[in-house]
C-alpha cells in the first residue's frame, strides 16, 4: 500500500533517433501519443482523469522533422491542457524519444508533477498526481470489536459550505466498505469529527483507507485527502490447509471435532 507522496517518476532512458517521427505542427501524422491526468487520493486511482488540466513537454535526446530526421535537442510542445474526460491526443509528434514532462497544479492537484518517460508511438502517459498521507486521524488505531464513538481527522481544507464532508472507508481492494458525515468542521477548515458508522460484520484487522470529500455546490463531492485507520483485534482465521483424514461435511453440516 502507497502512502506517500509522489511527483516525480522516471520509467525509461536512453539515446534514440527518430527514424520515422513526425515534428508537432508537421509531417507524420501517424506518430500520436495520448497524454492523461489522473488523481490517486489514499492510494486509491480515479476511474477518469481530471479535466482541464495544464501540462507541457520536452523531447530530452532528439527532435524530428517533417520528414522524420533528427535536427536538434529539446523541442517543447507548449502549454497544453486535457480535455473534460482528462485526456489529451497529441499527433506529429516526436516518436520514439525520451520526453519530459511537467504537469501544473490544479483543482485537484496542488502541487506540481515533473515526469521523464520513453514514449513510443501510440502511447499513453499518465501525469499521475498523487495526494496521499496529508491527514491524520485520532486515534489512529482502533480494536474490531470496541470502536471509538467517534474520530477526528486534522489536515487542512475541510469545508462545510455546502454541507457536511463526507468520510467514505475503501476496503483493500478497493471497495467503499462504509460512509459516514463529519459532525463537526473547525472555522479554519484544518479539524473535523465523525461518528463512527455501523459497522457489521466486524472489520478484519488490517489498515483501511479513508477518504474525506467536501460537498460542493452542484450537489457533489470533492476529494480532498486521505488517512489511514489501522483495525486491530479481529485476525482473519488461517486458511484450511487441506488436509485428509477427519470426517467429510454433507449436507451443509460439519460434524463437531473432538
Same mark, same amino acid.
Given at each position: 500500500?502507497?502512502?506517500?507522496?509522489?511527483?516525480?517518476?522516471?520509467?525509461?532512458?536512453?539515446?534514440?533517433?527518430?527514424?520515422?517521427?513526425g515534428?508537432l505542427?508537421?509531417?507524420?501524422?501517424?506518430?500520436?501519443?495520448t497524454?492523461?491526468t489522473p488523481?490517486?487520493?489514499v492510494?486509491?486511482? !480515479?476511474?477518469?482523469?481530471?479535466?482541464?488540466?495544464?501540462?507541457?513537454?520536452?523531447?530530452?535526446?532528439?527532435?524530428?522533422?517533417?520528414q522524420?530526421?533528427v535536427t536538434?535537442?529539446?523541442?517543447?510542445l507548449?502549454i497544453?491542457?486535457?480535455?473534460?474526460?482528462?485526456?489529451?491526443?497529441l499527433s506529429?509528434?516526436c516518436?520514439?524519444?525520451?520526453w519530459?514532462?511537467?504537469?501544473?497544479?490544479s483543482?485537484h492537484?496542488?502541487?506540481?508533477?515533473?515526469?521523464?518517460?520513453?514514449?513510443?508511438?501510440?502511447?499513453?502517459?499518465?501525469?499521475?498526481?498523487?495526494?496521499?498521507?496529508?491527514?491524520s486521524i485520532?486515534?489512529?488505531?482502533?480494536?474490531?470489536?470496541?470502536?471509538?464513538?467517534?474520530?477526528?481527522?486534522?489536515?487542512?481544507?475541510?469545508s462545510a459550505?455546502?454541507?457536511?464532508p463526507?468520510i467514505?472507508?475503501?476496503?483493500?481492494?478497493?471497495?467503499?466498505?462504509?460512509s459516514?458525515?463529519a459532525?463537526?468542521?473547525?472555522?479554519?477548515?484544518?479539524?473535523?469529527?465523525f461518528?463512527?458508522?455501523a459497522?457489521?460484520?466486524?472489520?478484519v484487522?488490517?489498515?483501511?483507507?479513508?477518504?474525506i470529500?467536501?460537498?460542493?455546490?452542484?450537489?457533489?463531492?470533492?476529494?480532498?485527502?486521505?488517512?489511514i485507520? !489501522?483495525?486491530?483485534?479481529?485476525d482473519?482465521?488461517p486458511?484450511?490447509s487441506g488436509?485428509?483424514?477427519g470426517?467429510?461435511?454433507?449436507?451443509?453440516?460439519?460434524?463437531?471435532?473432538?
Open positions: 500500500m502507497k502512502k506517500r507522496l509522489i511527483s516525480i517518476s522516471i520509467i525509461a532512458s536512453g539515446v534514440v533517433l527518430c527514424a520515422s517521427c515534428l505542427g508537421g509531417g507524420g501524422s501517424s506518430a500520436v501519443m497524454i492523461t488523481v490517486v487520493q492510494g486509491l486511482m !480515479q476511474p477518469q482523469g481530471e479535466a482541464n488540466v495544464n501540462f507541457d513537454g520536452l523531447t530530452l535526446n532528439s527532435q524530428c522533422d517533417s522524420g530526421l536538434n535537442i529539446g523541442i517543447q507548449g497544453q491542457h486535457t480535455d473534460s474526460s482528462g485526456q489529451k491526443r506529429e509528434v516518436v520514439p524519444s525520451s519530459s514532462f511537467h504537469r501544473f497544479q483543482p492537484c496542488n502541487h506540481d508533477v515533473f515526469t521523464s518517460v520513453f514514449v513510443n508511438n501510440g502511447s499513453v502517459v499518465p501525469l499521475t498526481c498523487t495526494t496521499v498521507g496529508q491527514f485520532s486515534p489512529g488505531s482502533s480494536d474490531a470489536f470496541s470502536l471509538p464513538s467517534s474520530y477526528t481527522v486534522s489536515g487542512q481544507g475541510f459550505v455546502y454541507g457536511m463526507r467514505d472507508f475503501y476496503s483493500y481492494d478497493g471497495v467503499v466498505y462504509t459516514a458525515y459532525t463537526w468542521v473547525s472555522a479554519d477548515g484544518t479539524t473535523l469529527t461518528n463512527t458508522p459497522i457489521s460484520p466486524p472489520l484487522s488490517g489498515e483501511y483507507q479513508i477518504l470529500s467536501n460537498a460542493t455546490g452542484g450537489g457533489n463531492y470533492d476529494p480532498m485527502g486521505g488517512v485507520l !489501522q483495525i486491530t483485534g479481529n482473519p482465521p486458511p484450511d488436509g485428509g483424514g470426517e467429510s461435511c454433507s449436507g451443509g453440516h460439519c460434524p463437531d471435532l473432538p
